[in-house]
């Protein structure tokens, strides 16, 4: 630290050791004082070799207790409180130490005065500061373009926002109101800012204060009406933003504001999963996940860390996302101190690599195998369709492989709704993984099932952080098609139904996830654009581009209540399919193995297309 910062908090913390002590000396000559007027007389002897031992006593004291650590920008009402314990602490000290010595230097009785005098003295400066900022912060409100922010909660979490407004420069904000679900709070304050109507006022509110950005502080707040809510602000288009106490946050992290996103739209019920069954599944076995680092992977390896599982191994060919991730897990475990946490192993390497991933079953011998790891991005593999092989499929075989090999109890194939009658490269090695498992399961003692499903909200490449990149650069936000429809979920619902899916597993089950209903992604643009408080054609136009190679106009439907084959699990969400259809031809998928890197893209499409039949090559 430079000598002049050091200097400068020197001077800040001398600064109240000096008031400090003028009020120590002031509460007993005041007190003498009053004493003597009304004609009680006393000798007072000692007082001033007591007071150069009470001073010094005191301000260790308010060392001791982080009386000089507080930062005086932030005092608050629970700093006050500590103040005037010390000093009624101190005081009974020093009631005692006359009452035993009978020292005549003062009265017992007057320490109530001087502790009055000396909790009034203390705090006085520290109030008078906070009141000099809250005026100041005022006027740079007053001077300040900024967005005139309505606060949506008007108890403890809107009483959170409207202080971190106040004490944190970066934020734009400037509060007019708030609104509140309890219409007996209309017409009074927090923090000089009005109550001024229910959440049913908003659309008055909004219109009548000119309010452009609303941030939401309400926790308990029923989906239906929350939809409702950001709805009527996405019309008017009010930038939204949340406080992130409102979700699980970590342990000790700090309140702050942070965007709405587009998951928290998602209008699905909740998914119900048997948390207790999965905890006894993953409790005390040594997992591996399989690219761990990507966006599936990653989360899989987050909520298997939090249940106690002996070992888990992340296993990733891109060094950069497994070291983030073992970065974050490590915090957490290094936070978190009173939860047991499994010893953390990552290792870099590529499930085609047949001698490294084998180089890790040998050392860890992994009981329970998630294989996330494929390349997934569809227009991409159309023109690498080696590498969707050499990954999708080669990979997949040699995790599969050996985790026969190495007795492995259960292995889920993390898979996709692009499989189903697939009219890409991508989708149609994803359907050959499945069938790869399905061979193996056949003589094999390890449990083999596949989870299919479709799209996740945020993961890595997928539409949500293009559109995101699209409309921080002023758009066009670009969509293949105005019709075009997805279906979506969330990539912890995701992984948490896989995990739960690793509960049912039996042998050779192909697990189905129920998506809920299609999402128009023209919808997703527009209500992202909304939510950035952006008018579509106006701010940010949406633009089509057209189809690209390989993409459906609609994905098939994964859960049809009419079909025969699909059954019905413990879980609403889960179902699994038993279908006989296509098996794997060992001749055709040798000779595969064998020569794949030296055919060139289109070959490969073709030899995948007599192996996996559903597949229909379109480019």
């Known amino acids: 630290m430079p000598h002049q910062t050091k200097f400068k908090s020197f001077m800040k913390v001398f600064k109240y050791v000096l008031f400090d002590c003028l009020t120590i000396i002031i509460s007993y000559l005041l007190t003498m004082w009053m004493f003597l007027y009304t004609g009680i007389d006393h000798t007072y002897d000692g007082l001033v070799l007591a007071l150069a031992i009470i001073i010094p006593v005191k301000l260790l004291f308010n060392y001791i207790f982080g009386i000089y650590k507080i930062i005086s920008n932030h005092t608050g009402f629970e700093d006050f409180i500590r103040i005037a314990g010390i000093v009624v602490f101190t005081n009974i000290l020093i009631a005692i130490y006359i009452f035993v010595t009978k020292a005549d230097f003062m009265f017992e009785s007057a320490l109530v005065f001087i502790t009055l005098i000396e909790i009034s003295g203390m705090i006085g400066p520290r109030v008078i500061r906070r009141i000099y900022l809250t005026l100041q912060h005022q006027l740079r409100w007053i001077k300040t373009i900024g967005a005139r922010t309505l606060i949506i909660g008007a108890g403890s979490a809107g009483e959170i926002v409207a202080k971190e407004i106040y004490k944190n420069k970066d934020l734009n904000n400037i509060p ?13 304050r927090i923090l000089g800012i009005n109550i001024v109507g229910t959440l049913g006022d908003i659309d008055a509110v909004v219109k009548k204060y000119k309010i452009e950005e ?84 990653s989360e899989l390896s987050r909520q298997i860390f939090d249940l106690k599982p002996k070992q888990l191994i992340i296993f990733d060919i891109y060094e950069n996302n497994a070291y983030d991730i073992q970065m974050e897990l490590l915090r957490k475990a290094h936070k978190q101190t009173d939860h047991k946490f499994p010893e953390l192993v990552v290792r870099i390497g590529s499930v085609y690599n047949k001698e490294r991933l084998e180089e890790i079953f040998k050392e860890f011998k992994p009981t329970i195998v998630f294989h996330a790891a494929a390349y997934k991005h569809v227009p991409l593999m159309e023109d690498s369709s080696v590498e969707a092989v050499r990954t999708n499929v080669l990979g997949t075989y040699n995790t599969a492989t050996l985790s026969t090999k190495y007795k492995v109890k259960k292995f889920v194939l993390v898979s996709s709704d692009k499989a189903v009658r697939s009219t890409n490269v991508m989708g149609a090695t994803k359907r050959f993984a499945e069938l790869i498992i399905k061979h193996e399961q056949a003589k094999s003692e390890t449990s083999f099932a596949a989870v299919r499903f479709g799209n996740v909200l945020g993961s890595n490449g997928s539409v949500i952080p293009l559109f995101k990149k699209q409309i921080a650069d002023g758009g066009p936000v670009t ?63 949406i633009e089509i581009v057209g189809l690209r190679p390989g993409e459906k106009l609609y994905e098939e439907l994964l859960v049809d209540v009419k079909d025969k084959d699909l059954h019905k699990t413990n879980n609403q ?16 998928f040798k000779e595969l193995i064998e020569t794949f890197h030296t055919l060139d893209n289109h070959q490969i499409k073709e030899h995948v297309a007599k192996i996996v039949q559903s597949y229909k090559i379109t480019s």
């Open 573 to 588: 969400s889960i179902f699994v399919e038993h279908r006989v259809d296509d098996t794997l031809n060992d001749v055709l």
């Open 214 to 297: 609303a941030i939401l502080a309400i926790k308990d707040l029923e989906k239906d009406r929350f939809h409702h809510l950001i709805n009527t602000l996405m019309k008017q288009h009010i930038k939204i933003r949340k406080l992130n106490i409102l979700e699980d946050i970590e342990e000790n992290e700090k309140p702050k504001l942070i965007d709405l996103k587009v998951e928290d739209l998602l209008d699905r019920p909740v998914i119900e999963l048997d948390n207790q069954g999965i905890h006894d599944f993953i409790e005390n076995e040594v997992v591996l996940v399989t690219g761990g680092g990507g966006s599936i992977g």
């Open 479 to 541: 969509v293949t098609h105005k019709d075009i429809t997805r279906y979506f979920m969330t990539i912890p619902e995701a992984v948490g139904l896989i995990l739960q899916c690793g509960v049912y597993a039996k042998k050779g089950d192909l697990f189905i996830l129920d998506m809920g209903e299609p999402v128009k992604i023209y919808d997703l643009a527009t209500k992202m654009i909304r939510l950035a408080g952006l008018r579509v054609g106006e701010d940010i136009e």
């Open 176 to 188: 007019v109101c708030y609104v509140d679900d309890n219409p007996d709070k209309i017409g009074k």
